[in-house]
C-alpha cells in the first residue's frame, strides 16, 4: 500500500513539474514554445516556420489570449467564398457569440491541430495525457469551460468491461 501511493505521489510530483514547465517556460508565448519546438526538432526548421500561426494559437489557447497583432498575418486566411457571417453587425460583439457557429474554432479545435502537426494519431495515448496537462494550464487561468471542452474531447476510450 505504500509503495502505491508513493508511486502515485512520484507521478503526481513529475506531472505537476511537467504542467509548471509547460505552462510557464514553454507556453508562456510563441516564441517560447519556437525555440523548445526547434531544441526538440532542429532538424524541422521549415515545418516550424510554416507551424508558427499553429504555435501561436496553441500558446494563446494555453494562457486564454488573443494572439498578437503581429502574428494574426501567419494564421491561415478564411476563403473569400466563405461568408464570416457579420454582415449586418456593426459595434461590438460579446465574446463567445460565435461558439459554436460554422468556422469556430475551438481551443480543443486548436490543440488537435498541434497533436496532428506532431505526428500524433487520434489514437495515441499522448494526446490524452497532453491534453490532459494543458486542461490544467488553461484552469489555472481561470478558463474552467475550456479546459473541461479540452478534457472531454481528448479523454481515454473507457475500458471495456470484460465481465459482461
Known amino acids: 500500500m505504500r509503495k502505491g501511493k508513493a508511486v502515485w505521489e512520484h507521478q503526481r510530483t513529475y506531472e505537476q513539474s511537467k504542467r509548471q514547465y509547460l505552462g510557464e517556460d514553454v507556453l508562456k508565448d510563441t516564441g517560447s514554445a519556437v525555440v523548445w519546438w526547434l531544441a526538440k526538432n532542429d ?24 494572439i498578437p497583432e503581429r502574428l494574426q498575418e501567419l494564421l491561415s486566411p478564411s476563403r473569400p467564398d466563405e461568408p464570416d457571417g457579420l ?8 465574446p463567445g457569440a460565435f461558439a459554436g457557429s460554422p468556422g469556430h474554432r475551438s481551443a480543443a479545435d486548436h490543440l488537435s491541430d498541434l497533436f496532428d502537426a506532431m505526428g500524433f494519431p487520434e489514437e495515441d495515448p499522448r ?22 471542452e479540452v478534457l472531454r474531447r481528448f479523454a481515454p476510450p473507457e475500458p471495456e468491461d470484460d465481465a459482461a
Request: aromatic share 4%.
Open 43 to 66: 532538424e524541422h526548421v521549415e515545418k516550424t516556420v510554416a507551424d508558427l500561426g499553429l504555435l501561436a494559437q496553441l500558446t494563446s489557447a494555453a494562457n486564454d489570449s488573443d
Open 87 to 94: 454582415d449586418g453587425i456593426d459595434g461590438p460583439v460579446s
Open 127 to 148: 494526446r490524452a495525457m497532453l491534453a490532459a496537462q494543458f486542461a490544467h494550464i488553461i484552469k489555472e487561468q481561470n478558463r474552467y469551460e475550456t479546459a473541461e
